[in-house]
């Protein structure tokens, strides 16, 4: 609930409301049909994405850092227990800022599934238990300003807020 930052850099704040994988194991090279036995639950996060350093970032062929890591630039809401969930595939996101809903969309309509994300991710990192992972965002995306307010959440299981504040140079 602590506010968000739009850094001082950034002029085009995007909140991505998405669906985090938590994990509860430890495992490398996982294969598909295995990897939904190393989940520990779900959550929701907003990936603060500060889309104009993102832009400057990809056309100087530059990492993402300044773009999606600086503070308070991932919330995370209450962890979500995998026994919570029927079926991670089955879940509608939404975003409101201000009152007014901006974004929704349905877990069915990811590139990838849980399981096959899983097991790509492993192949390349050893994921460890409490890592997690961000699945992407539905269409809808926008630039939040000073003072928004924004409010997120997986329908029927859980939601977050946040008041997006200004980051001055040097505070
Ligand atoms: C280009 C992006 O920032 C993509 C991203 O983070 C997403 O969720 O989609
Ligand atoms: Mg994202």
């Not at 909140?15 to 994990?23: D, H, I, Y």
């Not at 104009?52 to 300044?66: N, V």
């Amino acid at each position: 609930g602590i506010p968000v930052q739009r850094p001082y850099y950034c002029r085009r704040l995007h909140p991505e409301p998405e669906l985090a994988v938590v994990l509860g194991r430890r495992t490398r090279g996982v294969s598909r049909d295995d990897a939904m036995r190393y989940v520990a639950g779900y959550a929701l996060c907003l990936d603060m994405t500060a889309r104009d350093a993102q832009d400057t970032c990809k056309a100087r062929g530059l990492p993402w850092t300044l773009a999606k890591s600086f503070d308070t630039s991932c919330p995370v809401s209450d962890f979500v227990p995998k026994e919570h969930v029927a079926d991670p595939h089955r879940l509608r996101l939404w975003l409101k800022v201000n009152g007014q809903l901006w974004q929704e969309g349905d877990t069915a309509d990811m590139l990838f599934s849980v399981p096959e994300l899983i097991s790509y991710i492993s192949e390349i990192i050893t994921l460890h238990e409490g890592d997690v992972i961000l699945t992407g965002t539905p269409p809808g995306v926008a630039a939040v300003e000073e003072h928004d307010e924004l409010e997120a959440g997986i329908h029927g299981l859980v939601s977050m807020r946040f008041t997006v504040v200004q980051q001055r140079l040097g505070a």
